[in-house]
């Protein structure tokens, strides 16, 4: 298992496609919750990854204090 912490702008474009497909996946397939992902508050954000071999198996999203959260998303 391997856990990489970054900003924004340290992502890839494939860790970014990754990310918000496991969050769509989890967020508006398996608990029904459609809504908006992309709301301007990654790019203030540290991403949490972890991965399991080269598998994006969780991540968060923890945003600035002024935001007072941090989502945690885990894969089945």
Known sequence: ???E?????ELSVFEL???LKLRSEVFVVEQNCPYLDCDDKDQASYH???YEEDQLIACA?????R???CRLLFYR
């Open 5 to 9: 912490i970054k900003q924004f702008s």
């Open 48 to 50: 949490v990854m972890v």
């Open 67 to 69: 935001y007072f959260v």
């Open 61 to 65: 999203r923890c945003l600035p204090k």
């Open 17 to 19: 496609y990754e990310i």
């Open 1 to 3: 298992m391997r856990v």
